[in-house]
């Protein structure tokens, strides 16, 4: 995920408008929308200044192509978590959990009539 897509959620989590961010950032509406756009370098000071804004760390907004997780604390103190991941990578997972479900699944199962069956057998003892 793009560090400028980072930037437009986190503003958006904490329900701020572009002209909000900029304000807080000392610098235009325009200039914010560019960043987060990704149509503009971002300086490490200008990185550094909207990590502080949001309270994240630095390297939180970096470019990562693997995942990004992201805890807010808005102004109420309720907590914002989110996981962003590549979906080629989380399809997988999905997939492989949803097999370990459907083989659980026919173990219960299995285990039922095992349940019946005894239960027949020591009825039948009787």
């Not at 909207?50 to 390297?59: G, T, Y």
């Amino acid at each position: 995920m793009e560090s400028s897509e980072k930037i437009k959620i986190m503003r958006e989590m904490n329900q701020w408008t572009q002209e909000e961010v900029a304000e807080k950032l000392g610098m235009s509406t325009t200039g914010y929308a560019k960043i987060e756009r990704g149509q503009t370098n971002v300086s490490v000071e200008k990185l550094k200044q909207i990590a502080q804004v949001f309270n994240l760390n630095v390297a939180q907004l970096l470019d990562d192509d693997e995942r990004f997780v992201m805890c807010s604390i808005g102004d109420n103190n309720s907590n914002y978590n989110n996981y962003f991941g590549t979906n080629e990578k989380l399809s997988l997972e999905n997939e492989k959990l949803k097999q370990l479900l459907s083989a659980k699944e026919s173990e219960i199962e299995a285990l039922k009539k095992v349940i019946v069956l005894l239960e027949n057998a020591k009825q039948s003892e009787k």
